[in-house]
């Protein structure tokens, strides 16, 4: 049979296309690197100031940085084979002159402050990002000045964000380097002037300004005015304007001066209802809080130890010179600075007590005494405090569970009774939110009758009534409540059976409760405290007393534990954020 199937004919020609790929551009640089070595075909020769010569080829050194190609291809320069490079070290050239040709540069301790700024001169971009990512991972108190003075000089916004955090987070031991003395004016205004800046006391300002200007004097002593502008000297006490600023001979003979100096005096002067002259040099600046805390259950009895927790070093610090007072119980904050401690917290042989300790650990020599005591006798009751008015609520007595609440007030030293709660409410935990108080929680004991509680109920003040809200996920004895962001939330606590380590979270606008992630231990009775964005939650126990602490961070919703754990383990404590007095110095281990 014959064949029938045709071949079909050939189209239109079709032009081909085949792409050849080098794979070797890093032989081809090898090579380019050897001909400079061998000095073969350079045709531009670079000596740095101390008459020192590098050889290379104009159009490899263009490829690569944007101030060679100017160089070679719009100015005189193009037609020389040889240049004078000013102000750059030659270790510094030849290392960039090497990572041209290989792609390869190794920025050391010794190196980096010479290789930024050439870097910065040549446009290296690439290395003079990594220069600055060096010096930003080796950030330390004694070389923070360099890498902010060479972040400022030479445009390296990232550096210079981070030095200059690390400066305001450890200004009191960074004024005490060498390099401070040299910062320039505009350098030290720019530092001082800073709200967020941290120091123990504003007598630390003063002083470094004061020493800045006499390393100088001669071409300093004019510009002291300008900077005892942003001095927050009214801050500081009285006895030390009285002793340092008046008797200061540089401002004593400084009349521009003076202005300062008696502006501090007068603000000491004013009476509590004088109006408080508004500028920056009697505003604080941004809150510089620890954790501060009181007491714990031991086996039989409480621990009357105190200790606080410094976030700048991130270290548990033993009081020695302020004494706990004889019981424990709920903690609150009046003013800033007056620390209250209401009540009894804790089961076993502490008994419901009326007592109310104050601390103000503003004073000269601060320590706990005795004031008005509450109209009933209280243990594991909740405490808050808004405006000037301290709130004790629930808790139990002898027997059973209470429902009663009272509020003293700050100004006139006595206690009333409010409105009382809808349940009783042992181991309950207040929060404060909206100038709202927040009952959490708790346990109902009445009769033998015993109920754990995921109940809220709010107290309007303006109205002295109390109405229920949205009820917790789970029940809630004894847990940790802090406010953040305007927002109330709720962790750990024990519910008959188990502890929590589960978190939930309540927003007002929604009116309901959310689940956050778990925290790493379970914790029935801890201390929760809000510092610096964070809501830290301490201590407290499981089957035993903890003693580690950890903090939720809403911006990212994690709980981090805090890396270094408290000095003794506690449970059925007192714990508040609280503003840095001199009392709490900070020291490193």
Not at 32 to 45: A, N, P, S
Not at 84 to 112: M, P
Not at 323 to 342: E, I, Q, S, Y
Not at 383 to 403: C, F, L, T, W
Request: charged share 20%; with cysteine; aromatic share 12%.
């Amino acid at each position: 049979m014959q064949n029938t199937k045709q071949i079909s004919k050939p189209s239109k020609s079709v032009t081909s296309i085949y792409e050849c790929k080098n794979s070797s551009y890093a032989e081809i640089f090898e090579v380019l690197k050897c001909l400079r070595e061998d000095q073969v075909l350079c045709d531009i020769k670079l000596e740095t100031d101390d008459g020192r010569v590098i050889f290379g080829h104009k159009v490899v050194l263009s490829s690569a940085s944007p101030y060679f190609h100017a160089m070679f291809t719009n100015f005189s320069e193009k037609n020389q084979d040889f240049v004078v490079i000013k102000n750059i070290d030659y270790t510094a050239l030849q290392l960039l002159i090497d990572f041209i040709y290989s792609g390869k540069i190794i920025v050391t301790e010794k190196n980096v402050q010479v290789l930024l700024p050439a870097a910065n001169f040549l446009q290296l971009m690439e290395v003079k990002e990594t220069c600055c990512d060096f010096l930003q991972a080796q950030l330390n108190i004694t070389n923070c000045i360099r890498a902010y003075v060479l972040a400022d000089l030479h445009s390296c916004k990232k550096l210079l964000i981070s030095s200059e955090l690390f400066i305001q987070q450890h200004f009191s031991d960074v004024v005490n380097v060498d390099e401070f003395l040299s910062l320039s004016p505009e350098q030290v205004v720019n530092l001082i002037s800073r709200d967020e800046l941290i120091v123990l006391s504003e007598n630390i300002i003063f002083e470094c300004v004061i020493r800045w200007v006499k390393h100088d004097l001669v071409s300093r002593k004019c510009i002291l005015p300008h900077l005892m502008e942003y001095v927050r000297l009214p801050l500081t006490s009285l006895n030390y304007i009285l002793k340092n600023a008046v008797e200061e001979p540089l401002l004593k003979n400084c009349p521009n001066c003076k202005y300062y100096v008696d502006e501090a005096l007068y603000f000491h002067s004013l009476k509590p209802d004088d109006l408080i002259p508004q500028n920056n040099r009697t505003k604080p600046r941004l809150e510089d809080k620890v954790i501060f805390v009181i007491g714990a259950l031991g086996f039989l009895e409480g621990y009357l130890s105190t200790e606080w927790y410094d976030p700048k070093i991130n270290q548990w610090q033993s009081f020695t010179t302020i004494m706990t007072p004889r019981f424990f119980g709920g903690l609150a904050v009046v003013k800033d600075n007056f620390v209250f401690a209401v009540g009894r917290i804790g089961y076993g042989f502490n008994s419901p007590d009326h007592s109310v300790n104050v601390i103000d650990l503003s004073s000269e020599s601060p320590h706990w005494k005795p004031t008005t005591n509450m109209l009933v006798k209280r243990r594991n009751l909740g405490v808050g405090v808004i405006n000037n008015y301290i709130y004790a609520v629930g808790g139990s007595d002898e027997d059973s569970s209470v429902n009663s609440a009272e509020a003293f007030d700050c100004r006139t030293q006595a206690w009333r009774m409010i409105s009382s709660m809808s349940t009783r409410r042992d181991s309950v935990v207040l929060g404060v939110l909206n100038n709202l108080l927040y009952a959490v929680g708790g346990v109902y004991n009445q009769n033998n009758s015993i109920q754990y509680l995921k109940s809220v109920e709010c107290y309007y003040p303006s109205i002295d009534a109390w109405k229920p809200v949205a009820e917790m996920c789970v029940p809630r004895s004894g847990a940790g409540v802090g406010v953040l962001d305007g927002i109330l939330y709720a962790v750990g606590g024990y519910d008959g059976l188990n502890t929590h380590r589960s978190a939930e979270a309540y927003q007002p606008s929604t009116g309901v409760w959310t689940s956050i992630p778990d925290m790493h231990f379970c914790r029935y009775y801890p201390g929760v405290a809000v510092l610096n964005g964070l809501l830290y939650v301490v201590g407290g126990c499981d089957s035993r007393s903890l003693d580690s602490a950890e903090f939720y961070n809403p911006s990212t919703n994690t709980w981090t534990m805090v890396t270094v754990s408290l000095n003794v383990a506690r449970t059925f404590f007192g714990v508040v954020a609280i503003d840095r007095s001199r009392y709490f110095s900070t020291r490193r281990s």
